[in-house]
């Protein structure tokens, strides 16, 4: 299992915030580079924070554009295991 940010901000503004929350997982920084990340996995309204879970063949299964809680993100990933 792996989860990857993508901050679509300046690289400092969002090294900070991931330093603030503690985030151990790989980010990608950027702002055109990154809304084109985001819009390749549906977020064509660049709605903040925008969540996509993926199975390990690359599918979509799940696609959160609001802040996700801990147990609707639990339940996301359990049925992939």
């Known amino acids: 299992m792996q989860f990857v940010g993508v901050a679509i901000d300046r690289r400092e503004a969002a090294q900070e915030f991931a330093e603030e929350l503690g985030v151990n997982y790989p ?18 309204s660049g709605t903040l924070p925008y969540t996509v879970v ?27 295991l």
């Open 54 to 80: 993926i199975d390990r063949d690359g599918t979509i299964t799940d696609v959160f554009p609001y802040e996700v809680d801990h147990e609707t993100m639990e339940n996301a990933v359990l049925k992939l």
């Open 27 to 44: 980010m990608l920084y950027g702002v055109q580079a990154a809304m084109e990340i985001s819009e390749a996995y549906g977020n064509m």
